[in-house]
């Protein structure tokens, strides 16, 4: 396989696409309770903040792949699309493996600070315009991203209607939970995994020459 380029990036991409959402559903379920950083919440559950900081990590480096193998499809039918698409999403990706750091970061402040001053660092760290608008709106480009990948994909008759809606109310599901429990808000991940899960089945069972060539799925008459 590594010797075979062709197959080696279609069992790549295959594989992200099915990883991760699966790390997505890991990272939101061993999420220490509550909307918002409390100090007092990352002291009680350093190990879940620790373990889940890293399944976020992992589920952004998981989207580059991913990206990459759902612009790949596009690269006959709908190019442009697909490179658009692409730009966004690795962005958006990059900007996201910054962001799950933090955790870290506010874990060492609630072991290291009172309260009140590790929550005033937090939200003055928060408030900085680099951060703000240099890294954390732009995380939010890698959903952009992929929702123009996966409608590209529909229009392209590569995927069935469905899957960007699946994929999307995926992506608001952990937003309209915020207060409700880790395991609420990973059922979004749920959503994902079946849109993401449907391309990767395809793409795995794809000959190397129709990934090659541009070859696609059945079209979503068939789904």
Excluded: C
């Excluded at 880790?182 to 795995?204: F, K």
């Amino acid at each position: 396989m590594l010797k075979n380029p062709d197959s080696f990036r279609r069992i790549v991409a295959g594989v992200a696409l099915l990883a991760w959402p699966v790390l997505e559903f890991l990272a939101f379920l061993t999420s220490p309770p509550g909307a918002e950083h409390d100090p007092a919440v990352f002291r009680e559950h350093p190990a879940l903040v620790q373990v889940s900081g890293l399944l976020y990590l992992w589920t952004a480096l998981a989207l580059i792949p991913v990206v990459l193998g759902l612009a790949h499809l596009l690269r006959h039918r709908a190019p442009a699309t697909g490179n658009i698409g692409a730009a966004l999403g690795l962005v958006g990706a990059g900007h996201a493996l910054t962001l799950f750091t933090t955790d870290f970061y506010d874990l060492a402040l609630a072991q290291s600070l009172p309260d009140a001053q590790a929550e005033a660092v937090t939200a003055r760290a928060g408030e900085l315009p680099g951060f703000l608008y240099g890294m954390l709106l732009p995380g939010f480009l890698a959903h952009v991203g992929l929702l123009t990948l996966l409608v590209g994909l529909v229009v392209a008759r590569v995927a069935p209607w469905w899957v960007p809606l699946a994929a999307l109310a995926g992506t608001v599901v952990p937003f309209v939970t915020m207060d409700q429990p880790p395991a609420v808000q990973s059922t979004g991940a749920l959503l994902h995994l079946a849109a993401y899960g449907w391309i990767a089945l395809h793409v795995l069972r794809m000959p190397d020459t129709g990934w090659r060539t541009g070859l696609t799925a059945p079209t979503p008459s068939h789904a």
